[in-house]
């Protein structure tokens, strides 16, 4: 059971947009900066977001993030193939004195 | 180019002892923040460890906690972790990331991953 609660799995067609929520308390999400991490299929996770909201570079603004209160959301417009991949949401929790992760969101571009 | 690269991992029985390596090139080593994270086969990521630049702060996931030591050799730009008491939940691909602690006044994400490195614990 992790920390961080996430949808097992969402989908969607080319081209549409795709929003995947990240749930936590006030311990977490709450008072600490969310990041985002995405695993294409048997590679290593790449940082996607961070501090809640900002891409590093390379990272195209088809994606974003936005967090309200105890829970966060990472969207992905114009939808392609290659966002097929596992996506992860991260942060600091100050109770646990540890970093927590989401479960992991599948993503399926159909 | 930021590299990171993981050794040490292989096949023990439970209970037994592994030196994890990560060698790190491309950034100034010693001024940031490193990482353990594993992933059990077919499951989410689950954060093992950090160390701060200097070492002088270390956190542990308390499912590690007095069973693996993290440690660094910033001459060597080398990251260890060093495994005893394994036990077959240990299993997992055991991931080197830079950040994972404050620096700026932020709590640094994890901004760069190696390739993993596969320890498996056989009951």
């Known amino acids: 059971q992790s920390v961080l609660t996430q949808p097992p799995s969402v989908s969607a067609a080319p081209g549409q947009k795709v929003t995947i929520s990240c749930s936590g308390s006030?311990?977490?999400?709450?008072?600490?900066?969310v990041s985002w991490y995405h695993q294409l299929p048997g590679t290593a996770p790449k940082l996607l977001m961070y501090?809640?909201?900002r891409r590093p570079s390379g990272i195209p603004d088809r994606f974003s993030a936005s967090k309200c209160g105890t829970s966060a959301t990472l969207g992905i417009t114009g939808l392609q193939t290659g966002d097929e991949a596992d996506y992860y949401c991260?942060?600091?929790?100050?109770?646990?004195?540890?970093?927590?992760f989401g479960g992991g969101t599948k993503l399926t571009v159909l | 180019e930021v590299q990171l690269v993981e050794s040490g991992g292989g096949l023990l029985q439970s209970g037994g002892s592994l030196r994890l390596s990560c060698a790190a090139s491309?950034?100034?080593?010693?001024?940031?923040?490193m990482s353990w994270v594993r992933q059990a086969p077919g499951k989410g990521l689950e954060w093992v460890s950090a160390?701060?630049?200097?070492?002088?702060?270390?956190y542990y996931a308390d499912s590690v906690k007095g069973r693996f030591t993290i440690s660094r050799d910033n001459s060597r730009n080398t990251l260890y972790l060093q495994m005893s008491s394994l036990r077959a939940e240990d299993t997992a691909v055991y991931y080197c990331?830079?950040?994972?602690?404050?620096?700026?006044?932020?709590?640094?994400?994890?901004?760069?991953w190696g390739q993993g490195t596969l320890v498996t614990v056989s009951s």
């Open positions: 006030s311990s977490n999400i709450g008072n600490n900066y």
């Open positions: 990331a830079k950040g994972g602690m404050v620096r700026e006044g932020v709590r640094a994400p994890f901004d760069y």
């Open positions: 501090e809640d909201n």
């Open positions: 160390v701060s630049d200097s070492a002088g702060s270390i």
């Open positions: 491309g950034f100034s080593f010693s001024s940031y923040a």
């Open positions: 991260g942060t600091w929790d100050s109770s646990l004195s540890a970093w927590v």
